[in-house]
């Protein structure tokens, strides 16, 4: 989830919720593998997106488990030092 700001490593902070907004980071199992992925709306289909284009969108046809939103990302930078870089997808759109 690079493009989208979260590296290797880092840890997420993931609102449970029942539903996502178009162009959420969602926390999802789909087919029976956890993961996270940009969530879309296309022409009425729900869609989740990697942020890598390699990846192609995996269209949610099969019963998926939402676990909730993306709201945060924690990276230590160096030597134990925590640093929390709190983001709004909004924001990210705007890059």
């Known amino acids: 989830m690079e493009g989208v700001g979260i590296l290797d490593g880092d840890l997420v902070v993931v609102r449970q919720a029942k539903t996502a907004s178009s162009g959420s980071v969602v926390a999802v199992t789909i087919d029976g593998e956890s993961t996270l992925k940009l969530f879309q709306q296309r022409k ?5 997106v990697a942020a890598n ?3 192609a969108p995996i269209e949610i046809k099969s019963a998926a488990v939402l676990h ?11 030597e134990g030092i ?6 709004m997808h909004s924001e990210l759109n705007e890059r």
């Open 68 to 78: 909730g939103v993306v709201t945060a990302v924690m990276r230590v930078l160096h």
């Open 53 to 55: 284009p390699k990846y």
């Open 82 to 87: 925590p640093s929390v870089v709190s983001w």
């Open 44 to 48: 009425g289909r729900s869609v989740l």
